[in-house]
């Protein structure tokens, strides 16, 4: 394998470009695949209620990160919700970057969900995304069992 | 608390680029904070290294400033965090009685990588990862949300921005120091709404060193060492949709403990300067608010009212901050250093007369998740 | 007067070569709540946490804040201390400080790794210099086989000394472990028939990757005292990085970190006769080759006698001086966590709660960690507050 050294500007030094590129193969857990396979399979977005301060969490978890109880309660959420906050990102960063920029994210509250969840937003006009607004799931055509089988969340017209 | 004084500390100029190694760069620092203290690498009985594996492109990064730091030589361990966690597992060590010395050394070559690759890699990979969120987005995300629930203005965001670029000028270590207006700051370009480029810090190599001792070496090894009064950390939730990102609950569990420890019922008349961790310009209003120095959602008046300011009623951050200098891991043991120079007297043109009890201040994880709060006293 | 230190609650997950059925967080928390359960205590008890693992093989930036959800961080104070693989004995000594500082009670300790994650090997290799090491390094197996070649050369000590060590590991977590992630009866023929990984190592030599956690739950002497009536309080701590660069350890047939660490832990401990003074022994061997030519850094042996230390029987089960009842790394080997289940199961010794691997009479433990550039830890543990 060439090993390269470049010498940097005036500093007299050299530098050597390398990359770490390890392979990565992540598990999902019971609860976080039973998640994507309903999206995938289904389109049915669910969440997980903590017995003891009755939060309803998505992604769903196995214990409440407040109470740390377990949550065995799984409660389906509506595709809609409401935008909390969100921002256009701008600026392209290499691999790991679902669209070309410029593109929209934002954190949703699902109907029947109390923690917020965070996603693309799409079919929006980009400068006129704003708190409050109602949005809505839209799945992909194909999908594989991951996040981004939810494509984006769209603006619900009234 | 048994009384802990720093009794040395140093910092390198922080930069684009430093073409020096880690081990150079810890090396340098080391051997100047051991110069502060007037002593030398074999008094010091215990080390600790703050290094990030990801930052520093390598698996047990703290291989690579092991000997730079003398850390061969004595009890060791790694903590990878902020730099002030660094100097809370320092602080612990001595006050359990089992050493007397610690070196605490933190370094960042940023140069190296690819940051928004590095802070994407703070997310789920299971989901939130895949969204190509990064420090910069995610942060602009909780300043949305900042401004909307209290009405807080992009125009009081970026007088933090012209303030402390301004204070950077007396800081012979800082990053970017420059005179600019809040215009220049709203007109800068875009990078993620509302956060624009003068309303984020640079990205900096760079290292920070502190030397504690127990009260006993203290006082006898260093004319003025500066007392450790309290601490606190504390951890908010961890998915971004599980916080509500505009309210700062951990830091203000965080500050409780340590103003519990010093005495510090009042902070906005106690406190006389305070270095917080600016990541990002709207971030410092949000810590002016978790560390009680006004009400939630009145940090935009008061920097409006000018109190923050060097010749304000609490100066926060003399040294122009992390939007001045941002070396990640390093910034906030500089916050701990700048503070004790603060103290000593010895901030040259930063220098807030007076100052008796100062305020550092360190942020772990994503849209500051995890504090780090230190009240240092004389 | 130094503050007492004692260990209350240990728990784990069962460790396998994949752990499929849960994530990172649902991993921790398996371990979390058995140790929260083995010391009848819940979350709200807890002061503060300490995690720990490597960052690479899971490839989580921050993994302190990424583990609220599954190490109950929610709202607490809580932190990161990572050095390679003495990760899990760091993150202990850790624990044992914040306690020991008086600023925190009781203090959660997580060490887990879900090694199937990744390829362990080029992550491990990514911990060489960049510049000077990374392009040949081969991982942790190769720095280890040149060691024992060396040991070898000097003391004359065997493989078939070295495969003593791993029949006797690999037969104590397959008869007395229900947790360990290899329980296989082996005999010296089978570690000597096994293929070569690199000489003298071999197959059956060489620890495996495993998924898995452990939780230990420090505290104060204050507390320790009302949650059990015996904690396993901790008497010495020592910790050692001497080495840095691969090349200097090499050729080295001692391992000085170790002979360091545990001269500090001793010495803390009051321990002057090792091999007298201590029941029960819990060692970070990675490989079968170490358990052989490190038993002198601890002081078990004099210098070169690991061979006949070995070929005594006297670390079996039924020996004087047992080591790694629970099958030790050879058997179980989930990075992070791995030098916590040292001290974990040293704790779980002196408690008088090991269960099938309990040592009769156990009052003193030492538990050691392993990792890095040849780095050690070394931990005192016993059912007395002092050695008198």
Redesign the interface.
């Known amino acids: 394998?060439a090993?390269r050294s470049e010498e940097?500007g005036n500093?007299?030094?050299l530098i050597?470009p390398?990359r770490?590129r390890?392979?990565?193969?992540?598990?999902?857990?019971?609860?976080?695949s039973r998640f994507y396979q309903e999206i995938r399979d289904n389109r049915r977005i669910f969440g997980t209620k903590c017995p003891k301060c009755e939060w309803v969490?998505?992604?769903p978890?196995?214990?409440c990160?407040?109470c740390?109880r377990d949550m065995r309660e799984w409660v389906e959420l509506s595709d809609t919700g409401t935008l909390?906050?969100?921002?256009?990102?701008?600026?392209a960063?290499?691999?790991?970057?679902?669209?070309k920029p410029p593109?929209a994210?934002?954190?949703i509250k699902l109907d029947g969900a109390t923690?917020?969840?965070?996603?693309?937003l799409g079919e929006v006009n980009l400068n006129d995304i704003s708190?409050g607004m109602r949005v809505k799931a839209v799945f992909r055509e194909v999908r594989v069992g991951?996040?981004?089988d939810i494509k984006y969340f769209k603006p619900l017209r009234a | 608390m048994e009384k802990v004084g720093i009794i040395g500390v140093a910092q390198t100029k922080y930069q684009r680029y430093n073409p020096a190694s880690h081990a150079e760069l810890a090396y340098e620092v080391t051997c100047k904070a051991l110069e502060d203290a007037g002593l030398t690498i074999d008094d010091i009985d215990n080390t600790i290294t703050v290094c990030n594996d990801f930052w520093d492109g390598r698996t047990i990064s703290s291989m690579a400033i092991t000997e730079a730091t003398g850390s061969h030589k004595s009890p060791t361990t790694n903590v990878e965090g902020d730099g002030t966690y660094g100097a809370l597992m320092g602080l612990m060590r001595l006050l359990s009685g089992l050493h007397e010395i610690t070196l605490v050394v933190a370094q960042s070559k940023i140069s190296e990588g690819i940051p928004s690759v590095i802070t994407n890699a703070m997310f789920d990979p299971i989901y939130e990862r895949m969204l190509g969120l990064d420090a910069i987005n995610s942060a602009a995300l909780q300043m949305r949300s900042y401004m909307s629930k209290y009405g807080v203005t992009e125009e009081q965001c970026a007088k933090i921005s012209v303030k402390n670029h301004k204070n950077a000028k007396a800081n012979p270590y800082a990053h970017l120091s420059m005179d600019i207006t809040v215009e220049d700051v709203l007109k800068s370009r875009v990078l993620a709404d509302p956060i624009k480029l003068l309303d984020t810090s640079p990205i900096s190599d760079g290292a920070c060193a502190i030397i504690m001792a127990r009260e006993r070496t203290a006082k006898r090894k260093h004319g003025k060492p500066i007392w450790i009064k309290g601490v606190g950390h504390c951890a908010d939730a961890y998915h971004l949709g599980d916080r509500d990102l505009a309210e700062v609950d951990a830091l203000a569990s965080a500050a409780k403990r340590a103003y519990n420890m010093a005495g510090i019922r009042r902070p906005l008349k106690q406190v006389h300067v305070a270095e917080v961790y600016d990541a990002f310009t709207y971030m410092e209003l949000m810590w002016m608010e978790g560390l009680g120095f006004c009400d939630r959602g009145k940090a935009g008046a008061m920097v409006d009212s000018g109190l923050t300011e060097m010749n304000g009623a609490l100066p926060v951050n003399p040294s122009g901050g992390v939007l001045s200098a941002h070396a990640v891991q390093v910034a906030g043991l500089a916050r701990v250093a700048e503070a004790v120079l603060q103290l000593r007297g010895e901030a040259g043109g930063r220098q807030v007369d007076g100052a008796s009890t100062a305020l550092a201040h360190g942020i772990e994880g994503a849209c500051g998740q995890g504090h780090c709060v230190f009240i240092l006293g004389k | 007067m130094r503050r007492q230190v004692g260990i209350v609650g240990v728990g784990q997950t069962h460790h396998r070569s994949k752990n499929t059925d849960c994530n990172g967080q649902e991993l921790i928390s398996i371990a979390v709540k058995r140790a929260l359960e083995s010391a009848e205590l819940t979350m709200a008890d807890i002061d503060a946490i300490v995690v720990g693992n490597m960052d690479h093989f899971e490839s989580i930036n921050y993994v302190d804040m990424w583990s609220v959800d599954g190490s109950g961080g929610y709202m607490k104070p809580i932190m990161k201390v990572t050095t390679g693989g003495t990760t899990g004995s760091a993150i202990g000594h850790a624990g044992f400080y914040h306690a020991a500082s008086g600023l925190f009670e009781t203090v959660l300790v997580i060490g887990w790794e879900q090694n199937s994650e990744s390829d362990t090997t080029a992550a491990i290799s990514t911990c060489f210099d960049p510049i000077t090491e990374r392009e040949y390094s081969a991982g942790a197996i190769g720095p280890l086989a040149a060691h024992y070649t060396a040991y070898m050369t000097k003391y004359g000590a065997t493989e078939e000394d070295a495969a003593l060590v791993s029949v006797r590991d690999h037969n104590n977590a397959a008869l007395y472990n229900g947790y360990a992630h290899l329980r296989q009866t082996i005999t010296v023929e089978d570690v000597m028939k096994s293929a070569y990984i690199s000489y003298p190592i071999k197959l059956l030599d060489i620890c495996p990757r495993s998924d898995g956690a452990c939780a230990v739950i420090f505290a104060s002497e204050r507390k320790a005292k009302k949650i059990t009536d015996r904690p396993a309080w901790i008497l010495g701590v020592g910790d050692c990085h001497i080495l840095v660069h691969l090349a200097d350890g090499i050729g080295l047939a001692n391992l000085p970190s170790l002979e360091i660490a545990a001269h500090q832990a001793y010495e803390m401990a009051g321990i002057t006769d090792p091999f007298n003074q201590i029941d029960v022994a819990e060692l970070y061997i990675p490989a079968s080759t170490a358990g052989v030519s490190w038993m002198e850094a601890l002081g078990l042996c004099g210098e070169g006698g690991g061979p006949r230390l070995i070929r005594s029987g006297v670390t079996n089960m039924e020996g004087k001086l047992p080591i790694n009842p629970s099958g030790g790394v050879l058997a179980t080997n989930p990075i992070g966590a791995t030098g916590l289940l040292r001290i974990g199961e040293a704790a779980l010794q002196v408690m008088g709660k090991a269960e099938k691997k309990q040592v009769e009479g156990a009052k003193v433990a030492v538990a050691t960690g392993f990792g890095g550039c040849f780095w050690s830890d070394v931990t005192v543990l016993s059912s007395l507050p002092r050695l008198d």
């Open positions: 394998m090993v940097l500093t007299g030094t050597y390398s770490i390890l392979p990565y193969t992540w598990h999902v857990g019971k609860v976080g969490f998505v992604p978890r196995e214990t990160p407040r740390y909390l906050t969100y921002t256009v990102t701008r600026y960063v290499p691999g790991i970057q679902p669209q593109f994210l934002g954190i923690s917020g969840l965070v996603h693309l708190i991951n996040y981004l």
